[in-house]
Structures are given as C-alpha cells and as structure tokens.
C-alpha cells in the first residue's frame, strides 16, 4: 500500500524554523518528483517546492525562494522541506505530494500528482 506520511509541523512566530519531513511507503522513490503543497484557509492550494529524485532538481515557489529548502535523504526515501525565516502568511497546511515522472518548469500542476499524504499544520504568530 503506497503512502505518504508528513510530520514536522508545528506552530512558530514569525522569523522561526521548522523542518517538514515526507516519508514514502510502498513505492520506490527512485523515478519521481515529489512536492510540497500548501493551502491556508480560504484559499487555493498551492505549489510550494519540489525535487526530482534522480537527480535532486529543485523548484520553488517566489514567495518562499531564499527561505525554503527542499532535499532529500540518502536513500531517496524521504523528502524534506527546511523552512526558514517564517512568516505568517506561511501558515497553511502543508501537504507532500508524489508524481512518477519529470514535471519541469510545470512541477505545481497538481493532475500530475498521483499519491498524496495527509498533510502537517504549520501555523506562523506575528
């Protein structure tokens, strides 16, 4: 059975960190992109990073460049999202997500993501 389990959010004031870990089960995460969503409330869910795991390609978002870093551990079996420099507009709940090809430059095309988790709070105090 394939899934994907986030852990690591929290609630932080602003300029704080946290890491977001995504572990896979069931599936090999040799030939996939994985990436992070985010959706606050009232609001539509949105691309936040992602990592080709082949090679360790990596795309962002604008508004989290500089501040967010997506890697991955040794054995490509976990994802994670260091979050840095928060800001309140971060909070959301963050979701990792898993497509089984390349996505490129269209990496926040959610269609392409066939396995997602269950998502991890993240809420950011001013």
């Known amino acids: 059975q394939v899934q994907l389990v986030e852990s690591g959010g929290g609630s932080v004031q602003a300029g704080g960190s946290l890491r977001l870990s995504c572990a896979a089960f069931g599936y090999s995460n040799s030939y996939t992109t994985v990436a992070w969503f985010r959706q606050a409330p009232g609001k539509e869910r949105e691309g936040v990073a992602s990592?080709?795991?082949?090679?360790?390609?990596?795309y962002y978002a604008d508004s989290v460049k500089g501040r967010f870093t997506i890697a991955q551990d040794n054995n490509k079996s976990t994802v994670y999202l260091q979050m840095n420099s928060l800001k309140p507009e971060d909070t959301a709940m963050y979701y990792c997500?898993?497509?089984?090809?390349?996505?490129?430059?269209?990496?926040?095309?959610?269609?392409?993501?066939?396995?997602w988790g269950q998502g991890t709070q993240v809420t950011v105090s001013s």
């Open positions: 997500a898993a497509a089984f090809l390349y996505s490129g430059p269209r990496w926040q095309r959610e269609a392409d993501y066939r396995y």
């Open positions: 990592i080709y795991t082949p090679n360790g390609i990596t």
